[in-house]
């Protein structure tokens, strides 16, 4: 695995006093890191082309899959090779078609919940002859669109499918090993305070998860929260056995993020009524972001990741 990711250590002292001192200097900072990351990974790409390349970019929930997909996409056409997106959420088959979990709910992160065959379809398209028709999927709905969307490429592209399955080796059973390229993303760096975890990684991505769910998908911070143990199970089952396998790796977080998260999230913490099950992960995501210094959204450009789950982004 070839890592993109820059070893460090980020601890809760340092992060309020680069915040308190130089809030835009601190802002800039952390995006170009990430973005840096990013570039590498298109440059070694570009680096190594050799006809119709396939990127399988997996990540799991709020670690930030569609914007990296599309801010490779324009590193990638920034070094003049043809690139483009292509979500596996598209893919999926509609409601009520997924497999059946113990309790009678519908297991929608299982990677059969995708319409497996076509997705084969559509890669080996691609790569034979550089074109192929992609599914929409209406979430409205909940069933696959009616309309698709056609897809052609020139002799050297590259294609990038996210999503959560996209490590998965059943992509590998049709494709050589030389158009088939695997990345994952994660935030891979959480907060120390002293020799403590006062952030983890995973409740970096569930403060994410619940401010995007409230702001964009009508969902309650009560109903992510009631949704999260389904989500993590999936991960465990369908995504993280398979990191290993991955040919890149990327960090998302963004060092000063609990800072402009949290002053957006905690407010919505404290209304949460005490009764509500899993109180104690509300407790302490509330004792861990009071403890960062308070950064309003307005320091955010608009091409960072965190748009993602703030809005008013380039890509979000």
Known sequence: MKSFVERRQLLLEDINRRALQDAPAFVEEEDARYAGEV?????????????????????????????????????????????HTVSLDDFYRGREQAPLLENGNYDYEALEALNLDQLQICMQEIIEKGRTELPLFDFIAGRPAVETRPL???????????????????????????????????????VYNGSDKWLKRRDIRLVRRMLRDYKFRSSSLENTLRMWPQ???????????????????????????????????????????????????????IEALTGFAALPAEFVPQDSLLREFLGGGLYS
């Open 39 to 83: 570039a590498r990974l298109a440059r070694h790409l570009a680096a190594g082309l050799r006809g119709r390349r396939i990127v399988m970019l997996c990540g799991p929930t709020s670690s930030g899959k569609t914007t990296t997909a599309l801010l490779l996409r324009d590193s990638l056409r920034e070094l003049a090779v043809e690139a």
């Open 231 to 285: 989500v993590v199970r999936g991960e465990n089952l369908y995504m993280f056995p398979y990191v290993d396998t991955a040919d890149a790796v990327i960090d998302t977080t963004h060092a000063y993020e609990p800072c402009v998260l949290g002053t957006a999230l905690l407010p919505l913490l404290r209304e949460v009524p005490a009764e509500v099950p899993n109180r104690d992960v509300i407790d302490h995501l």
């Open 152 to 190: 052609c490429i020139g002799p050297e592209s590259v294609v990038i499918f996210e999503g959560i399955h996209a490590l998965n080796p059943v992509f590998e059973e049709h494709l050589s090993g030389d158009s088939l390229y695997k990345v994952f993303i994660n935030t891979v760096t959480p």
